[in-house]
């Protein structure tokens, strides 16, 4: 029962996301290829929509 009663578990913590760190070089591979560019700014104009209609 002490652990239910428990505020640490429940509180929001602040953890750290596992992404690898790219290069540049890996960032220019990227944007070369087009379904890469149309994935990326759909992802980002659903994201905006989303935010915007709130």
Known sequence: MNSLMSKDD??????????DKLSIEEYKKRMADEEYLDHAIQKIATDLSHYLTR
């Open 10 to 19: 429940r509180e929001i913590q602040k953890r750290k996301v596992g992404r």
